[in-house]
């Protein structure tokens, strides 16, 4: 996946949204008010393809069925997850095909993990879980005054690389206090990669100015935040 756009979806993103739904694309780098995914480090965003586009649409569509929504919402997270994915260390492999053919592939490292930022963080869970079938997942429930609640994780989780579960980046001030508790009990920065589906510049600034070596990946970095994603997955709207 390019963290940049190129100058075709440049067109039709400004075809489908308005400069205030979305960050603009000007000479291959997204761009929100005077900021520009180029000034940051660490930051993958999925490619800005008509079916991405089409998922985002669907997803903030007031009119959109819980079933819409919820399959929609799927697809979108299945992607993200992906993509970290791609990511992560990978060593050589030697497998033998049924043709009895050497094919050099890869593999990844063991040792990763993902931890879901509760509630919202658990809609990403089913996708993590189909891409990695053994993975191990933990909790961290973080309060609307930023305080950590309850955290379940792996007792050797400073060993490993972790995959932030979070939906929404709008303030980052939750994620924030996450990534504290993660790094407190050892987690290097580096280690950690914080999969959004929708961020804002706001929310991937603050986290990169108190962990600068967080890796972030999202699907849409934009103001217009789908606030009501949480409720709506779950079915409590």
């Keep these: ?25 000007r000479d291959g780098s997204i761009e ?3 900021e520009s995914l180029s ?5 993958v965003l999925l490619e800005q393809k008509d079916s991405l586009r089409e998922l985002h649409t669907i997803i903030r569509d007031r009119s959109s069925s819980n079933a819409d929504f919820v399959f929609h919402a799927d697809r979108l997270i299945r992607q993200v997850v ?26 990844f490292v063991r040792g990763n993990c993902a931890i879901a930022v509760s509630r ?12 990695c079938k053994s993975i191990r997942i933990g909790k ?24 932030l579960l979070y939906p929404l980046l709008h303030t980052g001030s939750a994620l924030v206090q996450a990534i504290h508790e993660l790094v407190h009990q050892g987690v290097d920065q580096e280690n950690i990669y914080l999969l959004s589906m929708f961020s804002t510049f706001g929310g991937i600034r603050r986290v990169h100015r108190a962990f600068p070596l967080v890796n ?10 789908p606030f009501h994603f949480t409720m709506k997955y779950f079915g409590t709207d």
Aim: glycine content about 4%.
């Design 32 to 34: 929100s008010g005077t």
């Design 120 to 131: 919202s963080g658990e809609a990403m869970e089913l996708a993590v879980r189909q891409c």
């Design 1 to 25: 996946m390019s963290v940049v756009s190129s100058p075709d979806d440049s067109a039709q993103m400004s075809h489908h949204a308005s400069p205030r739904e979305s960050p603009s694309v």
């Design 216 to 225: 972030i990946i999202t699907s849409d970095i934009s103001d217009d935040v």
């Design 140 to 163: 961290i429930l973080v309060d609307e005054k930023n305080k950590v609640l309850y955290t379940r994780w792996m007792p050797d989780i400073a060993e490993r690389r972790v995959l």
């Design 82 to 107: 992906e993509e970290g994915l791609n990511h992560l260390p990978i060593t050589p492999v030697d497998v033998i095909t049924p043709d009895n053919v050497v094919y050099t592939g890869i593999k």
């Design 39 to 43: 000034d940051f480090d660490r930051v």
